[in-house]
C-alpha cells in the first residue's frame, strides 16, 4: 500500500507505565517520526509504585519528567499520563471513556501498545483498553470523555513484543515482523537513559544493574532474527473492523517473521 492511504500522519503510543515505550518501540517510532510522523506518546500511570523508598506522589512526580524527557527524545510531539495508579488499571467503563476520549483527542492513525498477553496485568488490561478505544471512539453516542469529534476511521493496531520476549504461558511471543532499528540503538538507548529512577529501583527491588544492557540484548536478539544488529518485533491486531494492510511495511520495511 502506500503511505498515502492514511488517514493522517499522527502516531500514538501508549503503555501502562513510563519506560515502557522506550523499552519496546522507541527505535521503530524514532524512524517514523524521521519520515515526518507527528508523535504522542502516553502512559497510563506515572510509575507511582515504582519505588521502595518514596512515596507514591514523590516517585511519580519524577517518573512524569523522566517520561517526558524519553518521549521529547524520539520526538514526540506530546506526552501525557493518564494518571491510572500502578497495579490498579481496570477494564471498565469509566476507564473506556477515558482512552476514547484520548483517541478522539489525538485521533491517530497508527496505535501502538503493549500485547494482549504479557507478564503482569497492568500492561494486559492496558491492550484490552486501547483495542476497545479503537473501535469505540468512533461510536457517534459513545460517552468518550471530552468534546473532540468521534473518528471517521479505525487505526492501525500494533501490539509490542512481550518485555522478556515470552507470553504469559512462557510460550515465545507472538510476531508478525521485526523492525530494522540498527541506526536508532543510540537514540532508543538515551532515551531509556532518560528514566534514572527505574534504574535505580530495579537494583535494589531485583539486584539487577542491567537496565540499558537488557535492552540492547533484547533489541539485538530480534535484529538477528532478521540479520540486523538490533530490531523491534510487533504482532498486528487483524480483527475486524481494524484495516489489515500494514503501512509499516512499505514506510519501514518491515520483515516478515515465522510465528
Ligand atoms: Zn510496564
Request: charged fraction near 20%; aromatic fraction near 8%; hydrophobic fraction near 35%.
Amino acid at each position: 500500500m502506500n503511505s498515502h492511504t492514511l488517514p493522517n500522519k499522527r502516531i500514538l503510543a501508549i503503555m501502562p507505565h513510563p519506560d515502557d515505550v522506550e523499552i519496546l518501540c522507541a527505535g521503530t517510532l524514532s524512524r517514523l517520526v524521521t519520515l515526518g510522523y507527528e508523535l504522542h506518546v502516553a502512559t497510563m500511570t506515572p510509575g507511582d509504585k515504582g519505588s521502595a523508598v518514596l512515596t507514591q506522589e514523590e516517585i511519580a512526580s519524577i517518573r512524569r519528567k523522566e517520561a517526558r524527557a524519553g518521549a521529547e527524545r524520539i520526538g514526540a510531539k506530546s506526552y501525557r499520563c493518564l494518571e491510572f495508579r500502578d497495579l490498579e488499571i481496570t477494564f471498565d467503563n469509566a476507564s473506556r471513556y477515558k482512552l476514547a476520549g484520548l483517541f478522539r483527542d489525538i485521533s491517530p492513525a497508527i496505535v501502538f501498545t503493549t500485547p494482549p498477553t504479557d507478564y503482569m496485568f497492568d500492561h494486559e488490561i492496558t491492550s484490552q483498553l486501547v483495542r476497545d478505544a479503537c473501535f469505540n471512539a468512533g461510536c457517534k453516542n459513545y460517552p468518550a470523555e471530552g468534546t473532540s469529534n468521534p473518528l471517521d476511521f479505525v487505526p492501525y493496531l500494533y501490539y509490542s513484543d512481550s518485555i522478556g520476549g515470552h507470553d504469559l504461558f512462557g510460550n515465545p511471543a507472538s510476531l508478525h515482523f521485526i523492525i530494522d532499528i540498527s541506526a536508532e540503538i543510540e537514540t532508543k538507548t538515551e532515551a531509556l537513559s532518560c528514566h534514572d529512577s527505574q534504574r535505580a529501583w530495579l537494583k535494589k527491588q531485583h539486584g539487577m544493574d542491567n537496565y540499558i544492557d537488557s535492552m540492547q540484548n533484547w533489541s539485538a536478539l530480534r535484529g538477528a532474527q532478521i540479520g540486523v544488529s538490533y530490531g523491534e518485533g510487533f504482532l498486528q491486531h487483524l480483527g475486524h473492523p481494524h484495516p489489515t494492510d500494514n503501512p509499516l511495511r512499505e514506510l519501514l520495511d518491515a520483515h516478515t517473521v515465522e510465528p
